[in-house]
């Protein structure tokens, strides 16, 4: 059905210009394009674009950080949509001088990205309306959730292999989400991810814990999440208060976010009950 | 060998590496082949890219091939230590923690000054390892083998700081900073070009002239000193020639292993251990390795690209370890 109004709405629209060749750097840049039906355009993507599956089809240029200016030259685009996060790039400022359109999608954590991100897309891409359309349906899902503040703290925990595990502090992704919940960062007190201290932890007395599906893989489950430095001490570590998040979704501020934000603060009021 | 024949061998690399940097210079993702660029008016954009974009990659690969080779030498020729590389004295490691540092460590600054930021910092990095280096061998009681220490110790200062950086860095930064380890020559663009250029080409002049007194040192510091060299002075102004050379290339491309340890020892087995001919060849055995290693990098994974320290000891290891081989067959024959 969404596939479908979107449809009639850009066959609605007024003929566009001629097609554009698109490059497209970031998972969140990707997946809007798609959202906007603008996939045919096109031509290839980076290696975090990921979603939806048929991107993987796409050429991909590699990494966001180590880009090749003449590769993405070769695939003469006329435009490139490119994420913050892959700035600054000297590659994609020589692809500028080389005369394509480099578009700078914003790398802001917080919710009103999202709009954002859609509207500098649409408008890169000549889909104003479309992108109208997209921009309503995030609000709709994000008018789910509820104004007022939950004093509920929340502890996003990150774990990959062959790294420590990491609490979410302040000024990153999962604080944005955490925040845009109208919840706590227990961690809020420190700056960026930081190793998982037993005191800290405990003197942070979070109320949830939230853990990507990978983390909690390698952390090997969820028994093993409360064994974690401290946690046993907590007042979720007493209700065993976990939610298992899509951590992309959670942490991307892409068109996946506000659907994983309302699932976080439905968790914490199942908490508070506790 | 005679001077006939090593003069006929560096002569042959020479236009070896001509032929190389010509063909390097004719593949990649764009098909733009010398005679595609014969036919464009020098104002179309295929002659922008090719000017702006290719060939300043295929200059940065000889210049970087020749810098971290020719450092190389002069390393193995000081300590008299064929194990002795260009990271050896923990140059490339402090250009790495300062990269580190501006990875991790969020300044604001101005986009121009971003853009340009982990190679000031690599630069800065690797010049404070070096005076460092140079103010401890002024030390009267600064001999090699202590310096050799001495960059042990900053090695592995380094190393714990990157680590304790890495620590606290989230995924994105991790990442960039390991593929920073692995060394690319994406950067290379007419400014640092010229910079490195600037820097390159006079050291390389200033080793060369330096190169009897290198072997001289073979002989041993005494030796050396009853032959009329001014030995601890050599040694010093050697050191610093080549940290610069290293500091230079590791500031543009990040680390690319392989290159200093290996061509040496091959130029020595095919030329011989006279300076004033293995230096020249090792720069050009490192420039044309390097060109091979990126001329792949850039075009194995089309339109991506891949970290060219791995194809260096990729191509490197298996060449080399044939070498040795080949060598100990003729011992035991």
Same mark, same amino acid.
């Given at each position: 059905?969404?596939?479908?109004?979107?449809?009639?709405?850009?066959?609605?629209?007024?003929?566009?210009?001629?097609?554009?060749?698109?490059?497209? @750097?970031?998972?969140?840049?990707?997946?809007?394009? /798609?959202?906007?039906?603008?996939?045919?355009?096109?031509?290839?993507?980076?290696?975090?674009?990921?979603?939806?599956?048929?991107?993987?089809?796409?050429?991909?240029?590699? /990494?966001?950080?180590?880009?090749?200016?003449?590769? @993405?030259?070769?695939?003469?685009?006329?435009?490139?949509?490119?994420?913050?996060?892959?700035?600054?790039?000297?590659?994609?400022?020589? !692809?500028?001088?080389?005369?394509?359109?480099?578009?700078?999608?914003?790398?802001?954590?917080? @919710?009103?990205?999202?709009?954002?991100?859609?509207?500098?897309?649409?408008?890169?891409?000549?889909?104003?309306?479309?992108?109208?359309?997209?921009?309503?349906?995030?609000?709709?899902?994000?008018?789910?959730?509820?104004?007022?503040?939950?004093?509920?703290?929340?502890?996003?925990?990150?774990?990959?292999?062959?790294?420590?595990?990491?609490?979410?502090?302040?000024?990153?992704?999962?604080?944005?989400? @955490?925040?845009?919940?109208?919840?706590?960062?227990?961690?809020?007190? !420190?700056?960026? /991810?930081?190793?998982?201290?037993?005191?800290?932890?405990?003197?942070?007395?979070?109320?949830?814990?939230?853990?990507?599906?990978?983390?909690?893989?390698?952390?090997?489950?969820?028994?093993?999440?409360?064994?974690?430095?401290?946690?046993?001490?907590?007042?979720?570590?007493?209700?065993?208060?976990?939610?298992?998040?899509?951590?992309?979704?959670?942490?991307?501020?892409?068109?996946?976010?506000?659907?994983?934000? !309302?699932?976080?603060?439905?968790?914490?009021?199942?908490?508070?009950?506790? | 060998?005679?001077?006939?024949?090593?003069?006929?061998?560096?002569?042959?690399?020479?236009?070896?590496?001509?032929?190389?940097?010509?063909?390097?210079?004719?593949?990649?993702?764009?098909?733009?082949?010398?005679?595609?660029?014969?036919?464009?008016?020098?104002?179309?954009?295929?002659?922008?890219?090719?000017?702006?974009?290719?060939?300043?990659?295929?200059?940065?690969?000889?210049?970087?091939?020749?810098?971290?080779?020719?450092?190389?030498?002069?390393?193995?020729?000081?300590?008299?230590?064929?194990?002795?590389?260009?990271?050896?004295?923990?140059?490339?490691?402090?250009?790495?923690?300062?990269?580190?540092?501006?990875?991790?460590?969020?300044?604001?600054?101005?986009?121009?000054?971003?853009?340009?930021?982990?190679?000031?910092?690599?630069?800065?990095?690797?010049?404070?390892?070096?005076?460092?280096?140079?103010?401890?061998?002024?030390?009267?009681?600064?001999?090699?083998?202590?310096?050799?220490?001495?960059?042990?110790?900053?090695?592995?200062?380094?190393?714990?700081?990157?680590?304790?950086?890495?620590?606290?860095?989230?995924?994105?930064?991790?990442?960039?900073?390991?593929?920073?380890?692995?060394?690319?020559?994406?950067?290379?663009?007419?400014?640092?070009?010229?910079?490195?250029?600037?820097?390159?080409?006079?050291?390389?002049?200033?080793?060369?002239?330096?190169?009897?007194?290198?072997?001289?040192?073979?002989?041993?510091?005494?030796?050396?000193?009853?032959?009329?060299?001014?030995?601890?002075?050599?040694?010093?102004?050697?050191?610093?020639?080549?940290?610069?050379?290293?500091?230079?290339?590791?500031?543009?491309?990040?680390?690319?292993?392989?290159?200093?340890?290996?061509?040496?020892?091959?130029?020595?087995?095919?030329?011989?251990?006279?300076?004033?001919?293995?230096?020249?060849?090792?720069?050009?055995?490192?420039?044309?390795?390097?060109?091979?290693?990126?001329?792949?990098?850039?075009?194995?994974?089309?339109?991506?690209?891949?970290?060219?320290?791995?194809?260096?000891?990729?191509?490197?290891?298996?060449?080399?370890?044939?070498?040795?081989?080949?060598?100990?067959?003729?011992?035991?024959?």
């Amino acid at each position: 059905m969404k596939r479908l109004t979107l449809l009639l709405l850009t066959a609605l629209a007024l003929p566009t210009l001629a097609a554009e060749r698109v490059v497209s @750097i970031g998972g969140d840049v990707t997946q809007i394009i /798609y959202a906007l039906d603008a996939q045919q355009d096109l031509v290839a993507r980076d290696s975090t674009s990921q979603q939806p599956a048929q991107a993987n089809k796409l050429p991909n240029i590699g /990494y966001m950080r180590q880009l090749n200016a003449e590769g @993405i030259l070769a695939l003469k685009p006329t435009l490139v949509l490119s994420s913050e996060l892959a700035k600054p790039s000297l590659v994609l400022q020589q !692809v500028a001088q080389a005369g394509v359109k480099v578009v700078e999608v914003t790398g802001k954590n917080s @919710i009103e990205a999202i709009p954002e991100k859609i509207a500098t897309i649409g408008k890169a891409l000549h889909r104003e309306d479309a992108a109208n359309a997209l921009t309503e349906q995030v609000q709709k899902q994000l008018a789910q959730l509820p104004s007022q503040p939950l004093p509920v703290k929340v502890l996003f925990i990150m774990a990959h292999n062959g790294m420590n595990t990491l609490a979410a502090g302040s000024q990153t992704g999962a604080d944005g989400a @955490i925040r845009s919940a109208g919840l706590v960062n227990a961690m809020a007190a !420190v700056p960026h /991810y930081q190793p998982l201290s037993q005191e800290g932890v405990v003197a942070a007395a979070p109320d949830l814990v939230v853990v990507g599906q990978d983390g909690l893989r390698t952390l090997g489950g969820e028994e093993k999440v409360w064994s974690l430095p401290g946690l046993a001490l907590t007042p979720a570590g007493q209700h065993h208060a976990l939610l298992v998040v899509d951590e992309m979704a959670l942490l991307s501020f892409g068109l996946d976010t506000p659907d994983a934000i !309302v699932k976080l603060r439905r968790a914490a009021e199942a908490a508070k009950h506790d | 060998m005679t001077s006939v024949a090593l003069l006929r061998w560096l002569s042959l690399m020479a236009v070896s590496m001509v032929i190389c940097m010509l063909m390097a210079a004719n593949f990649g993702a764009m098909p733009l082949s010398i005679r595609t660029l014969w036919h464009a008016p020098l104002s179309d954009m295929v002659w922008q890219i090719w000017l702006n974009i290719r060939l300043p990659r295929v200059l940065l690969a000889v210049l970087l091939g020749m810098a971290l080779a020719v450092s190389g030498a002069v390393m193995q020729g000081l300590f008299r230590n064929p194990l002795a590389d260009p990271g050896l004295l923990g140059i490339s490691s402090g250009a790495g923690l300062a990269v580190a540092l501006a990875i991790i460590v969020p300044v604001a600054l101005p986009p121009i000054l971003a853009l340009w930021l982990p190679m000031l910092a690599a630069f800065i990095g690797s010049l404070v390892v070096t005076l460092l280096i140079f103010s401890f061998s002024r030390l009267a009681l600064g001999n090699l083998s202590r310096l050799l220490l001495v960059g042990i110790a900053i090695n592995a200062l380094c190393g714990a700081a990157v680590g304790v950086l890495s620590w606290i860095s989230n995924d994105q930064q991790l990442r960039q900073l390991a593929l920073w380890g692995m060394g690319s020559l994406s950067s290379a663009q007419w400014p640092s070009l010229t910079v490195c250029a600037l820097l390159i080409l006079p050291t390389l002049i200033a080793i060369q002239t330096r190169a009897r007194r290198l072997n001289l040192l073979q002989l041993g510091e005494e030796d050396a000193h009853y032959m009329g060299i001014d030995v601890k002075r050599t040694q010093r102004q050697l050191l610093v020639l080549s940290a610069l050379l290293v500091g230079t290339a590791v500031s543009v491309s990040g680390i690319i292993g392989f290159v200093g340890l290996v061509v040496p020892h091959v130029m020595r087995f095919c030329l011989g251990s006279d300076h004033r001919w293995m230096l020249p060849g090792s720069a050009l055995a490192g420039a044309i390795l390097l060109l091979l290693a990126d001329t792949l990098a850039r075009t194995v994974v089309i339109p991506a690209e891949m970290p060219v320290g791995l194809l260096t000891s990729l191509i490197g290891g298996p060449w080399f370890l044939w070498l040795i081989l080949r060598q100990q067959r003729g011992i035991n024959e």
